[in-house]
């Protein structure tokens, strides 16, 4: 246990590190690109302006209204599925490094997380149209969608280790994660308002889904997270955080084995 938080605290130090590799995977990533990570903007502006207008007819909203729910709902989804996806391939995807360098492990959960904002950063430019196309309150309360991003980028470490150890000793475990993701997504408040499960609504805050994506979806609409989502959300964080330490603690002799 001593190791496993000696690396965290080693890789958390390295902040220059990792936060140039994570720049530099996005870079790669769009080489020779005209646009850059700004394709993936364009291409989610698209699929929410199309989706806002046939989702907004079939549940019978105002598309004012509609649009920018939808809008931070992807927007956050697009986050939280990116941490989980890529952290299945937090150790594989670095197998070179690990093998030819002495690094903290953790390193790699580092610079997942960070490209992963680098990359929400640029989609947080459809918010910014929203913003100004329709009447979305912004306030006070608007700010506590920093804690929220934090508290997702926190879980996003735990999830890297975790995912990271078991992806890289079981190797059909992303194609699961993958499908439980697309299944995760329709059961998610994202399209839809939990107020449309009518006397079952309580269900939905008790998805922890929901619960991250509320924290920062509702503060830029100008709505305070509903309580539920803060306690679900450092429910599963604490739960979270307390396995994949005792896993890493475990198994972190073996990763470079395994990859």
């Known amino acids: 246990m001593r190791l496993a938080l000696n690396d ?3 890789g958390m130090s390295r902040r220059w590190l990792w936060s140039a590799m994570a ?19 364009i291409s989610t502006a698209i699929m929410i ?8 007819a079939l549940f019978k909203m105002e598309i004012g209204e509609y649009l920018p729910f939808l809008t931070l709902g992807l ?10 996806t890529d952290g299945c391939q937090t150790f594989v995807a670095a197998e070179n490094i690990i093998k030819q360098i002495r690094l903290p492990l953790s390193t790699h959960a580092f610079r997942l997380v960070w490209r992963a904002l680098i990359i929400a950063a640029h989609n947080f430019v459809v918010y910014v149209v929203v913003l100004f196309l329709f009447d979305v309150p912004v306030g006070a309360v608007t700010l506590l969608v920093v804690p929220g991003i934090a508290l997702v980028a926190a879980n996003g470490i735990w999830v890297a280790l975790l995912l990271g150890m078991l992806c890289a000793r079981f190797r059909d ?19 839809w308002k939990p107020e ?28 305070a997270p509903h309580a539920m989502s803060w306690v679900v959300a450092l429910a599963v964080s604490a739960g979270g955080c307390a396995l994949a330490l005792a896993l890493f603690a475990k ?3 073996r990763i470079a084995y395994w990859v």
């Open 23 to 41: 720049w530099q995977d996005v870079m790669q990533r769009y080489r020779g690109s005209l646009l850059g990570p700004f394709w993936l903007t």
């Open 49 to 56: 302006s199309t989706m806002g207008v046939l989702y907004s």
């Open 173 to 191: 475990i992303p194609q699961i994660i993958a499908s439980l993701i697309q299944i995760a997504f329709f059961m998610t408040p994202i399209l």
């Open 8 to 10: 965290i605290t080693d």
């Open 251 to 253: 198994f972190r002799s």
């Open 75 to 84: 927007l956050a989804w697009n986050l939280i599925s990116t941490l989980i």
């Open 196 to 223: 449309l499960l009518g006397p079952n609504e309580y269900l939905a805050h008790l998805n922890p889904f929901f619960a991250f994506v509320d924290l920062i979806r509702a503060p830029l609409l100008g709505q």
